[in-house]
């Protein structure tokens, strides 16, 4: 199994920057990739924000968020990143972190099988 732990949210103003880290433990070696995913209101879908490989050398970004978020890996601490930049008002939110251990579907929820307990995020105007 796979432990995952977020940590760096909080309250900032619209056009700021906050970077937010999600530290991985336990089988990370059955991890291809990791991800953020983000709920904006209880009861919505998770929706995707942007994925490294487990390499770190291969990157997506959700459209929402190309050009402002960065995600990064720290391979010496197992260690995910994303710093968000230029923030907005809707980028407020629920961030999770997520690992899966498949190639395809790294925009796919249903394709991540460890999830963290959130880090919230909120962005005001």
């Known amino acids: 199994q796979v432990q995952l732990v977020e940590s760096g949210g909080g309250l900032v103003q619209a056009g700021g920057s906050l970077r937010i880290a999600c530290a991985a433990s336990?089988?990370?070696?059955?991890?291809?990739?990791m991800a953020w995913f983000r709920q904006r209101f209880q009861g919505d879908e998770r929706d995707f924000v942007a994925?490294?490989?487990?390499?770190?050398?291969?990157?997506y970004y959700d459209d929402s968020v190309k050009g402002r978020f960065i995600i990064s890996k720290e391979n010496t601490a197992d260690t995910v990143y994303l710093q968000m930049n230029n923030l907005k008002p809707e980028d407020t939110a629920l961030y999770y972190c997520?690992?899966?251990?498949?190639?395809?579907?790294?925009?796919?929820?249903?394709?991540?099988?460890?999830w963290g307990q959130g880090t919230q995020v909120t962005v005001s105007s």
């Open positions: 997520a690992t899966s251990p498949k190639m395809t579907g790294w925009a796919n929820r249903w394709q991540y099988d460890a």
């Open positions: 336990g089988r990370t070696s059955s991890i291809f990739r």
């Open positions: 994925t490294v490989n487990w390499r770190g050398d291969t990157k």
